[in-house]
């Protein structure tokens, strides 16, 4: 089961930051995959072209750390293993930490692990090959970090650029038979993508050919274009609001739009006012967050009037 939480932070020049967490127990067994085999966080919402990333394993606790290796599976199938023989061979209390290309590497298998550690992906050899993680894992078709084998690849080397929207695949394994242990409070991966793009709304007020009268409609039409590179979320939402002189006396009219073109009108019948505004706002709330808004100063008519002009 993918439970997910997702924790947004605010957005640097750099891109946005997302961490997201699956915080279900892996049980690692003294042998073999784990449980569940693979845990997995589902991503959403998220600008395509992942720039950077980390993986964090909370409260992992092990007889033998070294034992252990894990593999992270982007949606798009690309694979990179996250830490191999690493971390000694001593029993370790349930410690938390983490994965980055911003850490350094783990010198040695027989180096402990510290707890709130980030380190660089690493892999030595325990085995003579590279660990195998059966299906549904990806056996040894995996980037490899090393130095185990002459590896060198890195997290951001491996995964950059992808659409990080879908579902992530950690696989834990054990390699050695005897020792086991659990990742107790799950795992998350903290995802850097570019900023939303900026779309561009206009807003056009029909008000009957700028004649509004007592008792009449007029129409207020609201377009939304986003560009190529999004991920918004289906069916978002605009809204064109009627705003009258009283900034508290607002009603919105709500319609559904199509994925990259918020197209739409609404009709409002005109109350009893000299003067009013119209005030429209297109808002977009799904990842292509933005608005836009516009408004006219609008004279009501009588109807005699009107009918005359
Ligand atoms: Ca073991």
Known sequence: M????AVAVPSSAAGATTTFQNPSPVTIPVSGSATPYPSSIVVSGLQRGVSDLAVTLHAFSHQSPIDVGSVLVA???RAMLLHFCVGGNTSISPLTFSLSDAGASLPSGLTPLAAGGVYRSTSH?????????????PGTNYAN?????GGTATLIGTFGGADPNGTWKLFVADFNASSAGSVAGGWSLTLTTPDPPKADGTLT????KGKVV??????????LDVPSNEACEPGRQTQIQRRLKSEDDSKFATFATAQTDATGSYSLKVKVRKTFFYRAVVADTGACEDETSSSQKVRA???KAAQGA
């Not at 970090?145 to 084998?149: C, R, S």
């Not at 007020?205 to 009957?208: E, S």
Request: proline residues 19%; hydrophobic residues 30%; positive net charge.
């Open 205 to 208: 007020i029909d008000a009957n």
């Open 145 to 149: 970090p090393g130095p185990h084998l």
């Open 214 to 223: 007592k008792g009449r409609k007029v129409t207020l039409a609201g377009r």
């Open 2 to 5: 993918a439970c997910v939480i």
């Open 125 to 137: 050899g325990c085995i003579p090959g590279l660990p195998d993680f059966p299906p549904p894992g």
């Open 301 to 303: 008519q009588k109807k």
């Open 75 to 77: 949606p798009d199938g």
